[in-house]
């Protein structure tokens, strides 16, 4: 029965099925398949009937997997890979011709630290196209072996051992203080640090930041007097009061650039931010991941 059904099957419907479920649009994924849109249409139609099921809905913009489509990628994930990888070897990936979209898991900050960089360093491929989105990370796994991401960058997460990561860069926790700030004009020792109150950015509610850690194993405790969620409010707060923020260093220097806030050194050795890049081993070997995994790995660490 099962080949019967294979028979009657045309296994290109298998790709536009893949495509579909990674764009989670038709619109989308008929650009991804240099196709129309009424093509595609027509292509869900016939797998629709094959399967006797809707295979997506749509909610809003989105069209959602059903359960069945959600069991039939994961059962045709390995063998359609497979054949991605061996027709793969035989195609070279030029970039200076192919049109390519790839799809980036980035969080806020990360994004304002390595877009500019990649965009300039992509600026001779102009039929490239970069979507760079936030995920969260209980998904990322998922979204990495579903290939709805390519690559994701964040800190040191614990992931299976089918997920590929390795360190892009170290980043070093800096104070921020408005300019004209008392710590700024004696010099910020870990008195007047724990005199002062400070920001805290953090997306959970309550709870020690990464900084907190390490003053506890110096037997110390600072004073939060403001908790929020993204660093550029942070640091608009601290250019109008009295705070402190202490954040990653390269973002940091990118907002002192454009505000009257001073960036300076903590008062007590801080452990560093670790960057890995993240991809899914099923994937690796893609010729054009393999380059734009080059392309992320040579960006500077030091901007």
């Known amino acids: 029965m099962f080949f019967m059904a294979l028979n009657r099957l045309d296994l290109n419907l298998l790709h536009v099925f893949d495509t579909i479920y990674r764009e989670g649009s038709l619109t989308r994924a008929a650009k991804a398949l240099h196709l129309?849109?009424?093509?595609?249409?027509?292509?869900?139609?016939?797998?629709?009937?094959?399967?006797?099921?809707?295979?997506?809905?749509?909610?809003?913009?989105?069209?959602?997997?059903?359960?069945?489509?959600?069991?039939?990628?994961?059962?045709?994930?390995?063998?359609?890979?497979?054949?991605?990888?061996?027709?793969?070897?035989?195609?070279?990936?030029?970039?200076?011709?192919?049109?390519?979209?790839?799809?980036?898991?980035?969080?806020?900050?990360?994004?304002?630290?390595?877009?500019?960089?990649?965009?300039?360093?992509?600026?001779?491929?102009?039929?490239?196209?970069?979507?760079?989105?936030?995920?969260?990370?209980?998904?990322?796994?998922?979204?990495?072996?579903?290939?709805?991401?390519?690559?994701?960058?964040?800190?040191?997460?614990?992931?299976?051992?089918?997920?590929?990561?390795?360190?892009?860069?170290?980043?070093?926790?800096?104070?921020?203080?408005?300019?004209?700030?008392?710590?700024?004009?004696k010099g910020l020792d870990m008195p007047s640090y724990l005199e002062a109150k400070h920001v805290l950015v953090s997306s959970r509610t309550e709870g020690p930041g990464i900084e907190d850690f390490e003053l506890s194993r110096h037997g110390v405790q600072r004073s939060i007097r403001l908790r929020c969620q993204h660093y550029y409010a942070a640091c608009r707060v601290v250019e109008s009061s009295d705070l402190l923020l202490t954040m990653p260093e390269t973002y940091a220097r990118i907002i002192a650039e454009r505000a009257d806030i001073e960036v300076m050194s903590p008062p007590a050795q801080m452990p560093s931010i670790d960057v890995h890049l993240y991809w899914h081993k099923a994937y690796e070997r893609e010729p054009a991941l393999v380059w734009f995994r080059d392309q992320l790995r040579s960006l500077p660490s030091d901007q």
């Open 36 to 185: 129309t849109q009424p093509a595609v249409s027509h292509s869900l139609a016939r797998l629709r009937d094959h399967f006797d099921d809707p295979l997506f809905t749509r909610q809003g913009n989105q069209m959602v997997p059903t359960p069945l489509a959600r069991r039939f990628l994961e059962s045709m994930r390995p063998g359609l890979n497979q054949v991605q990888s061996a027709v793969n070897q035989f195609h070279a990936f030029d970039p200076a011709i192919q049109r390519k979209t790839y799809a980036l898991g980035l969080r806020d900050v990360l994004e304002s630290t390595f877009l500019p960089q990649l965009m300039s360093k992509l600026a001779a491929y102009p039929e490239m196209e970069i979507v760079s989105q936030r995920v969260p990370r209980r998904d990322m796994e998922t979204q990495l072996a579903a290939g709805k991401l390519d690559f994701a960058i964040d800190v040191l997460l614990p992931v299976s051992n089918q997920t590929s990561h390795e360190l892009l860069r170290q980043d070093r926790l800096v104070i921020l203080a408005r300019k004209g700030h008392p710590a700024t004009q």
